[in-house]
């Protein structure tokens, strides 16, 4: 089973889930059944990806308690502001099957649109009326996190961001760190990209392990959540294999090193797509 880390609002996140991104809505309820019965226990999703009925009905078809699942989605960039943003989650839940989700995120900042604070009250009140038992943000970065914060008195209690060797961001999982807010990185796997990379393949090979164990166990090592997606069955065994072994000191330095700020997706400062 996989660890646990502290959200600042006193409840707990799964520090290893799968992603359901770009998994296709015909397929989505039997990957998230099968990946749940193999042990995973966090289920990211978001309204945009189109398969939140799956995504439910998954949940569902595992025959785990609800309450054992930890179950994330996301207000998609056209219904920020603080009425489409209530809406927003009701239509998540009712497509979902569930009266309140574990964690809801605002997808994108969209600085253009400049809503994210209404849409961040938004998410305050949904959680006051037991919608979402805890409210964060994704894609968030710090002038949108001290915003958000210095206007409501509210940190989220994550932010889902793009990490991986290749784009390691410092700054600002030290300013997540500063103020109790977890990193959850997306496309943690970041392509492929650094599988190759000379110290990804010598802790492979040292510890008996795929590059993408490596790179994932990384995550983990850096206090972050990860949530790598995967819709083959042995993808999702390899990806959830990683509580058994550990990088060592040297071992981390040499992945830090691999760090050249480069980003597979979009910058957030510049994505306002609607
Ligand atoms: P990922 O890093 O998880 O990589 C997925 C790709 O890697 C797929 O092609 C998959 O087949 C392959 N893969 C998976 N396991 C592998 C393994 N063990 N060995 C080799 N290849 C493997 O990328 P992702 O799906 O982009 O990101 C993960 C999740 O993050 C998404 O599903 C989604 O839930 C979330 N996400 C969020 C945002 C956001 O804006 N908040 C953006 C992108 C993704």
Same mark, same amino acid.
């Given at each position: @089973?996989?660890?646990?880390?502290? +959200? ?14 770009? !998994? ?5 309820? $039997? ?6 019965? @193999? ?5 990211? /999703? ?17 025959? #785990? ?8 989605? =996301? ?21 979902? /099957? +569930?009266?309140? !989700? ?12 400049? #809503? ?9 009140? +949904? ?14 970065? &710090? ?6 914060? /210095? &206007? ?5 209690? #994550? ?22 807010? !977890? ?8 392509? /492929? ?15 008996? =392990? ?5 790179? +994932? ?33 040297? $071992? @981390? ?19 306002? @797509?609607?």
């Amino acid at each position: @089973m996989t660890q646990v880390l502290a +959200l600042n609002d006193s409840r707990q996140i799964p520090q290893l889930g799968f992603g359901l991104w770009q !998994v296709p809505a015909a397929t989505t309820a $039997e990957t998230t059944a099968t990946a749940l019965r @193999m042990g995973y226990r966090l289920v990211d /999703g978001a309204a945009i990806y189109g398969n939140e009925a799956g995504q439910g009905d998954g949940i569902r078809r595992s025959g #785990l308690p609800r309450e054992d699942i930890f179950v994330t989605t =996301k207000v998609w960039n056209s219904e920020q502001g603080f009425d489409k943003t209530l809406r927003a989650a009701d239509g998540s839940l009712k497509r979902l /099957g +569930l009266d309140q !989700v574990d964690l809801l995120l605002i997808h994108w900042p969209c600085p253009a649109q400049d #809503l994210y604070l209404d849409s961040w009250r938004a998410l305050i009140r +949904l959680q006051k009326e037991g919608k979402a038992l805890s409210i964060g943000v994704s894609n968030f970065q &710090e002038p949108h996190l001290e915003r958000i914060i /210095g &206007e409501t008195g509210v940190t989220p209690v #994550l932010n889902q961001v793009e990490i991986n060797p290749r784009l390691q961001q410092p700054g600002l999982r030290a300013f997540h760190d500063k103020h109790k807010i !977890v990193t959850q990185s997306w496309t943690p796997l970041g392509q /492929g990209r650094s599988f190759d990379a000379a110290p990804v393949q010598a802790a492979a090979t040292r510890a008996g =392990k795929t590059p993408a164990q490596v790179i +994932l166990r990384w995550h983990v090592q850096i206090g972050a959540s990860v949530i790598p997606r995967s819709t083959r069955e042995a993808g999702l065994r390899e990806n959830l294999d990683l509580f058994d072994f550990a990088l060592t000191d040297a $071992e @981390m330095a040499a992945i830090a090193a691999l760090d050249e700020g480069a980003r597979c997706g979009p910058d957030p400062a510049r994505f306002n @797509m609607a």
